[in-house]
């Protein structure tokens, strides 16, 4: 895994622009074939797999009964089935629970060590993961008020461009944290869709059953996800944060930072998930024994959900009496 190639600033821009690449050797792949691929896999994950067609791509999430987030899945569809790319570290995990899933489901379920990741913002001929993070979802919510542009793509190929010059992850990490587009790296233990803006570009809201829609649904029409992601910009440009720094609302500890980049342009960043009615101003993030002072980029707001809290009809309307 390979952090930089001597400048991590000037591989952004040029990744950025087209001119680079970066090999996600972060991330694993593992191929399901079979005549039952889209129907299973659209009974276990949060997203909608039946209309895919070769060629196509989406996002979905594997959550737990309680609806919080185990697995982020970049789905490719083919010919036989669809093309997966997982984290590496949660790559084993995920290839035992698909298998055990089976049962009597016509599918094969196997990994792809022979295919490389490789991802940025240029066009490839190979499998293709289209990055629809920045997208207007017609089928999902986005509690973003805008969100910049992000045409990421990742493909799978077995050998990496000889026209383009290499980044290192560090420069993929800070373009996708200046955007807000969460992974699978930033969650902890509690983490919900709706806090990380994720139902936007991986839950489908409208499709059939699927382990955790009961709270997810739950979360956005009834009530509010208890924390909220934000992107912080550090008023000291050589401090650079890291995950589980604490941040705090004056002295109150009020979230943590889930990751940190020194950005070419915006200087020092990072993501942050704080409890849901943290004030916008007067934050801090602990580095070490210094506090640093930062300003707030509002992601996900406090008010996100509550889609269904509406005033409900008087007596008198439903019964027709006064």
Known sequence: M???FGNPLLEQRKLLAGEAFVQRSDQGVIEIVGPDTKSWLHSLLSQNILNLESGMSTEALLLTPQ???EQQLKIIATDQGVLVIVAASKLEAMLAWLTKMIFRSRVEVSKREDLVCIGGFFDFDAPCWVDGFSLESKFSVRY??????F?????LTDSVPTDLAPAGLLAYQALRIAVGRPEIDDIDIRSLPHEFDWLSSAVHMSKGCYR???AVAKVHNLGHPPRRLIILHLEQGDSLAAKDDKVFYQDKEVGTVR??????EEGSIALALLNRNTPYLDLSIEIG???ILATQQ?????????AANLPRPAAFKLTGKK
């Open 2 to 4: 390979t952090d930089h």
């Open 67 to 69: 609806g919080h987030v």
């Open 144 to 149: 973003a008020e805008s969100r910049e542009e």
């Open 151 to 155: 045409a990421y793509r990742e493909y």
């Open 212 to 214: 955790g829609q009961e």
């Open 259 to 264: 990751a940190g980049a020194l950005h070419y």
């Open 289 to 291: 024994s210094q506090r």
């Open 298 to 306: 509002v992601l996900v707001p406090h008010d996100a959900g509550k």
